[in-house]
């Protein structure tokens, strides 16, 4: 049976219902928008007063004097990713991004969501470089690439570079493994919640650049199509990459 989600007065039947009230609201708004509607700044306040223990852990909404004084939607963005999300601004002046998507679940991703997003971000720009090189290497007269799945040539914005094998949650676990961290993640090796902070990262650098040699020393990569890549087709045993993307 499906869980209620309470937030101050309203009451959704399903997670999936909150979390489409709180998506509605946030595309109500452009980018760059302050959260003008009373009911909509009501609703956002609630839902911070309601799960302020996840959010202190997921981004620290709270910090500060504590007091909100406006929401916006803003775009935030990252090394080869881009996403619109809420904003609190307090009445001190600090601001804060959060995830109404952590709020509505009500628990925070933990510490080992926050290596496995390091790991992502260490190798983030190595990723976007390959697949460049993949489209110079393999691209028809158009600057196509058929996408190993489907055939379907495809250009660079809509294309997806997969970890064909092994999956990169494989090389997350394997790489904790290889340094002793299976069980707990050691203090200092991820960076904390802070105001603005996207994504954990690795506070020390050779971390992130063993991941990194970890990473390119097995990475089997392959283009699809964003169709192909969203249906996912990923096989439980190793894929025949015909057109293999290296990663350097």
Same mark, same amino acid.
């Given at each position: !049976?499906?869980?209620?989600? &309470?937030?101050?007065?309203? &009451?959704? #039947?399903?997670?999936?219902?909150?979390?489409?009230?709180?998506?509605?609201?946030?595309?109500?708004?452009? *980018?760059?928008?302050r959260?003008s509607?009373?009911?909509?700044?009501?609703? %956002?306040?609630?839902?911070? @007063?309601?799960?302020?223990?996840?959010?202190?852990?997921?981004?620290? /909404?709270?910090?500060?004097?504590?007091?909100?004084?406006?929401?916006?939607?803003?775009?935030?963005?990252?090394?080869g990713?881009?996403s619109?999300?809420?904003?609190?601004?307090?009445?001190?002046?600090?601001? &804060? *991004?959060?995830?109404?998507?952590?709020?509505?679940?009500?628990?925070p #991703?933990g510490?080992?969501?926050?290596?496995?997003?390091?790991?992502?971000?260490a190798?983030?720009?190595?990723?976007?470089?390959?697949?460049k090189?993949?489209?110079? @290497?393999?691209?028809d007269?158009?600057?196509?690439?058929?996408? +190993?799945?489907?055939?379907?040539?495809?250009s660079? +914005? *809509?294309?997806?570079? @997969?970890?064909?094998?092994?999956?990169f949650?494989? !090389?997350?676990s394997?790489?904790?493994?290889?340094?002793?961290?299976?069980?707990?993640?050691?203090?200092?090796?991820?960076?904390? /919640?802070?105001?603005?902070? !996207?994504?954990?990262?690795?506070?020390?650098?050779?971390?992130? *650049?063993?991941?990194?040699?970890?990473?390119?020393?097995?990475? %089997?990569?392959?283009?699809?199509?964003?169709?192909?890549?969203?249906? &996912?087709?990923?096989?439980?045993?190793?894929?025949?990459?015909?057109?293999?993307? #290296?990663?350097?």
């Amino acid at each position: !049976m499906a869980k209620s989600v &309470t937030v101050g007065s309203l &009451t959704f #039947k399903t997670q999936s219902s909150a979390l489409e009230h709180f998506k509605k609201i946030l595309h109500a708004y452009s *980018d760059g928008d302050r959260i003008s509607n009373g009911s909509h700044h009501t609703d %956002l306040v609630s839902l911070i @007063d309601r799960y302020d223990p996840v959010l202190e852990a997921v981004g620290e /909404p709270l910090k500060g004097n504590g007091l909100i004084d406006h929401f916006e939607r803003r775009l935030n963005t990252g090394t080869g990713w881009s996403s619109s999300g809420f904003w609190v601004v307090r009445n001190d002046g600090s601001e &804060t *991004d959060f995830s109404y998507i952590d709020a509505v679940k009500g628990k925070p #991703k933990g510490i080992s969501q926050d290596f496995y997003n390091s790991c992502r971000e260490a190798v983030a720009l190595d990723l976007i470089q390959a697949k460049k090189k993949a489209f110079k @290497d393999y691209g028809d007269s158009d600057g196509k690439v058929a996408c +190993e799945l489907t055939g379907k040539l495809v250009s660079i +914005e *809509d294309a997806h570079l @997969d970890h064909a094998w092994p999956f990169f949650s494989h !090389m997350v676990s394997g790489f904790r493994a290889a340094r002793g961290w299976s069980n707990d993640i050691p203090n200092g090796v991820v960076s904390e /919640p802070a105001d603005g902070q !996207m994504k954990a990262v690795f506070i020390d650098q050779s971390v992130a *650049d063993a991941f990194r040699s970890f990473h390119h020393s097995q990475a %089997l990569l392959r283009i699809l199509s964003k169709e192909a890549n969203l249906q &996912t087709a990923s096989a439980a045993r190793k894929p025949k990459v015909s057109r293999p993307v #290296k990663v350097s």
